[in-house]
């Protein structure tokens, strides 16, 4: 049924004709201190008539910016946008947006929120209330014409989203994360919903092209799955889904292809090292990282979490499993079990995470020998020496200088939130602390701060 | 929800009524205003006003004929007031005004008349420049700069230069002392409402900005469906304070002294003046009464219904727990007259415009401009021409001054003014203090009072606008009796018009100090100076800084009215830049004006600038409660 393929995305697909794609697409930001920071690289990705195509990915891999590419909203640095073979200028017309945060005016009333969907298009006021009286009844939202969006629930305001979407005929319909902000049985019953809508043979749309952060839900919906990983952006596995609707996520089939999905995020994210001597007490051995490392933007807080449910629940080891366990998603474990992996307090072979022995002498450490064992292995992290080394010389550092070495140091991270990340643990380890207002970072001076 | 039964275009009417209580006022100027009352008539976008009611009642009541004859009785007395504006004037006979009492309601009507007219300028001004500097960063390098300078020019010394000015261009008529004094009140409002309104355009959330991308909304699509409902909650509060402003200017330009020559406008603030001069105290009193109900009666009719109305601007999706409420505003949208105009007179005429424009446009084109290549240059080029004919302008005005200066004025008098210059920041910051000092802690008291604060905002708000200005000369009266010194009573001068700023911000700020952070600090059994320390002193602080910073900015206007204050022969003058300004303008010496109005414009921004600013800043960096 699943057919894991690699970048031939078109495998499956070759009758149907394309209706928008990328070409060879890359995307730069400018971020602080006016460095550029890449979040597309070579993007190459097509939309083809009728199907359902889930673009996956964490938070700030660029899976948006894709989406806004494809409808206009934003210009590519380089590549190409077509729509019908012809090169995208301004707006696409054959497609619209479905917003996250539902982008609904408040002081427009649901009838009318829907009647902006047209507003671009001239025609005669009655074909325009047929028009919005037909997408409002299409999304089963009848009886709330007049209720103005701040008086309808999370879920009817998303239908409302969807109906202005709809009501314009679009061949493509973008959901931008559409059932994230929607609670767990509200957006299930929505997923339906969309299914069902694009299942229909008598409306214009043609395919559906989903943003997601959720595994499941792009198991759930899609035929085609790209997963895209970040720094920077770039597509890696597409797979083909053929499962029948409605599809059961109880059943094997489906399990397995989220299965596939998850050992490829993590292969990808956490590779397994070659195996490496066990850490002696505060000697900074460690692998060497001859290239300066990224770390995840992830608070001290979760670490420390995550290292107490390993010590307490011994026999939860599996990375999906502790995933559901502390009940975050898939994207956002990945992220705290890399910065404990970065750490030295876990180790992860395959889809393992289990604690090491410094991880152990770590918990079991009080509070001053805890923060001496994190000092010492923030030292070993590379991307802290920008800081490190000018902390030796002089008391204080202004941020802009630091974010500066880090733009250039990772050019496809946020600087502002490595930054942050990096006060965050040096602030636990006892090294650094921030003053907010002259915007400086500088050195902790402390009875416990032993230079070995 | 009640609101929820009534339909959408009902919803939409009472902006009508606003305009017909702002815009359609102005009958004399219906041509120049009536584009600003067809725009502002359809934020709700014409687009959508066929889409059927939800319900339609169709009946008039009781309630229709409060509302018609209402509206008949504003267009009779727009008619009746506007047509004084017109009369021929003389200025070697002009007749005094009438004493009697009974001209009371008819100089009010005056007053009120010239107040609406200039907020009227103030939106289409507001809405024109405050667009451009959010759309277009050449316009915003120049507009923003602007604002900031000539909001800190003291608008009472340019009187005498714009009446002369407006006299030359309306020879003959009153109308141009008239367009002076709305003039001084357009330029007392203006700069706030512009940079409010450029503010909530530029801070409108990306995703509902992306979704009129997306749905491809032309401009003006954008403008009335978007950007102007966006703005529509912070613009019409920042209406209202201004407006309240604009009392203080509307009392002190109806009676002017210029150039020895004695100008006296009909309305309240000139009936005042010269009741004080014949000492007649009963007609001096009328007309503080008058005073009051107009600015009460305002607010009533206009600003609170306003202000229900737009409570569905808020930007949150959620339901408010108290929505503002208005007597006012439930009769209009009682009344089925608008309804009935609306679907009988304004949507009809609605089509029918969109039937004459549709031509134009090539049908199927999405819009973004396509066939307006032409009008867009046209535009631009009226716009650069206008803008270069200004700058142009501007150049030669400052270069004249700058000259007339440099020949007339001599450095040791520039050292004086200077030096009064300091008098009246002395004077401005010892208000300051004083205020904060009286009010901060009644403020606080009554604010942590939500029933006693539920009667007083609104006095203080009402306090905030009523003219004080106009009762000085029976103040002076007092210091006069008493012997108090002038140097030391013109601070309770400025203070009588400007401390409220201070008290009901103050209120607000303890209004809005969270209970669980009240409930937290009664746990710990905080209370006294411990209580104020950690609490309720960093807790108002930036509420405190934008009342201090608005009264401090007002006291350096007040300062040309309160430092020189005449109470029947007996002139009593004080040392500081507002006397000398005052003195110079009535003795009509250009240079010294010139002079003495830079070095204000220069002290305002200079303490803007070391002073509030940082504030400001300390403020939002520490003191943020969220």
Known sequence: MLQPSAPAPNSAKQGSPVIAELRNVTKSFTVAGGSEMKVLDQIDLAVHEGELLALLGQSGSGKSTILRCLTGLAQPTSGRVLCYGHPLEGINPHASIVFQTFALYPWLTVEQNVAVGLMSKRMSSADRDAAVENAIELIGLSNYHAAYPREISGGMRQ??????????????????????????????????????????????????????????????????????????????????????????????????????????????TLPDHPPEP?????????????????????????????????????????????????????????GIVKAAEILEMVDTPKNDVRLTELGQRFLSADRIGRRQIFCDQIHNLRIFHIIIEYLKLQDEVDADQILKDIASALPYDNPEKILQTMVAWGRYGGIMDFNASARTVFALKDEDDSDE | MLKRRIGLQHEQWPLLAFLWATGVEEIKLRLALGALCLAACSPMN????????????GRFGWLDVVVLGGLFGLLWSVLHFGQGMLVRFDESAMQPLETSVWTIPYYAGRTLLRMWVAFGFSLVFTFAAGYAAAKSRFARALILPAIDVLQSVPVLGFLSATVTGFMALFPGSLLGVECASIFAIFTGQVWNMTFGFYHSMVTIPADLQEAATTFGLSRWQRFTVLEVPASAHSLLWNSMMSFGGGWFFVAQSEA???????????????????????????????????????????????????????????????????????????????????????????????????????RDVTPSTPVSGGGSRIWKGVFMAVVCGFGLWVGVQALVGVIAAIRTVQQAVSLDTLGKILGLGF???LRVLCMTVLATLIWTPIGVWIGFKPSVARIAQPLA??????????????????????????????????????????????????????????????????????????????????????????????????????????????????????????????????????????????????????????????????FRLD
């Open chain 2, 461 to 622: 708000q009402i306090a905030a606008s009523f003219p004080v200005n106009m009762t000085f000369p029976i103040v002076v009266g007092v210091f006069v009796a008493w012997r108090i010194p002038m140097n030391w009573g013109s601070i309770l001068l400025i203070a009588m018009g400007t401390q409220w700023y201070l008290l009901f911000n103050v209120i607000a700020g303890a209004m809005a100090i969270p209970n669980d952070l009240k409930d937290a600090a009664r746990t710990y059994g905080l209370r006294g100076w411990a209580l104020w320390r950690t609490l309720i002193l960093p807790a108002i602080f930036p509420f405190w800084v934008t009342g201090a910073c608005t009264a401090a900015g007002g006291a350096w206007n007040a300062s040309i009215v309160a430092e020189l204050a005449t109470w029947g022969d007996t002139t009593l003058k004080a040392d500081g830049l507002g006397a000398f300004i005052a003195d110079v303008t009535q003795r009509g010496d250009i240079p010294l004006i010139i002079c003495s109005i830079a070095t204000m414009s220069l002290f305002v921004v200079a303490t803007n600038q070391l002073l509030w600013r940082r504030l400001y800043g300390l403020a939002e960096r520490r």
């Open chain 1, 278 to 334: 066990s850490p002696v007490s505060g000697a900074p051995i460690s692998r060497a990282r001859n290239r300066m490392e990224s770390i995840p933007y992830v608070p001290v807080g979760q670490i420390l979490g995550l290292l107490s449910i390993l010590r307490d629940t011994p026999d939860l080891t599996n990375i999906y499993d502790i995933s559901n366990e502390i009940g975050k998603e898939f994207g956002e474990t990945i």
């Open chain 2, 46 to 57: 014409p687009d959508l006003s066929h889409l059927p009611a939800a319900e339609h009642r």
């Open chain 1, 159 to 268: 239908r409302v989203g969807i109906a202005r979407a709809l009501v314009s005929e679009p061949e493509i319909l973008c959901l931008d994360e559409a059932f994230s902000a929607l609670d767990v049985l509200t957006a299930e019953n929505l997923r339906h919903e969309v299914i069902g809508l694009w299942h229909k043979k008598d409306t214009s749309l043609k395919s559906i092209f989903m943003v997601t952060h959720n595994i499941e839900e792009a198991v759930e919906m899609a035929t085609r799955i790209c997963i895209l990983f970040p720094r920077p952006g770039r597509l890696g596995l597409v797979l083909e889904n053929h499962l029948p609707y409605p599809r059961d996520s109880k059943s094997p089939e489906f399990q397995s292809l989220v299965k596939v999905i998850h050992e490829t995020i993590t292969t990808l």
């Open chain 2, 256 to 358: 002017i002294s210029v150039m020895n020559k004695s100008i006296k406008l009909p309305g309240l603030g000139s009936y005042m003046a010269s009741a004080v001069e014949r000492g007649d105290n009963l007609g001096a009193f009328w007309a503080v009464v008058a005073m009051l109900f107009v600015i009460v009666t305002s607010d009533q009719f206009v600003w609170r219904p306003l202000i229900a109305w737009a409570d569905k601007f808020k930007m949150e999706l959620t339901e408010a727990s108290q929505a503002p409420r208005s007597w006012v505003y439930e009769i209009l949208r009682g009344a089925y007259v608008f309804e009935w105009l609306g679907s009988n007179v304004f949507h009809p005429m609605v089509d029918f415009l969109r039937k004459l424009t549709r």
């Open chain 2, 423 to 425: 008098l009246t920041l």
